[in-house]
């Protein structure tokens, strides 16, 4: 019923952003989707020693990330993940990569109950997109650090100018 739910509203909030956008003549926006939030990972193998960078779908659970793949990608996935020695991650471009643990998630059992749970506390938009994509749970992340702070606005400078010659007072 739920997954009903969210399918109407975010339909609704398709159409009236679409309204809203054409009554603006492209200036209004009401609510921009963001879909589900992705992860670099760096996966070194012997095969592959200086390590293969792929893009996987990941949601928060508790202290990792649960591993989403589509049902054709999942088969390549789990064989990049038995072959692997290391594993690095990053959210994007750019970023520093934190070393992590990958767990594959091999029982049906398990993979059902964890992506119950995690759907449970994500969003509407997130939740109808892993349906919309079909999206299954292959591992779970486990970083061994956390991810580095990027808020690139707390970056600032201080400048202090003195003059090389003291103010004359002989007047």
Known sequence: ?????????????GQV???????????????????????????????????????????PDDDSYLVLARPLQEAEFCALLDS??????MRGPGETAVPAALDK?????????????????ASMEERAEVRRLGLTPVARLRLHQPFPHSDHSAVAAAIVVED??????AR
Do not use: Q, W
């Open 1 to 13: 019923m739920r997954h009903i739910l969210d399918g109407v509203l975010l339909g609704v909030i």
């Open 17 to 59: 952003n679409r309204l809203m956008f054409a009554l603006s003549r492209g200036r209004v926006v009401l609510y921009k989707f963001r879909g589900v939030p992705g992860i670099l990972l760096t996966v070194t193998a012997p095969t592959a020693p200086l390590g293969r960078m792929t893009d996987a779908v990941c949601l």
């Open 84 to 89: 692997s020695t290391a594993v690095e991650a």
């Open 105 to 121: 998630l091999t029982d049906s059992a398990e993979r059902t109950a964890v992506l119950k749970r995690v759907l449970s506390r």
């Open 164 to 169: 090389a010659e003291p103010p004359s007072d």
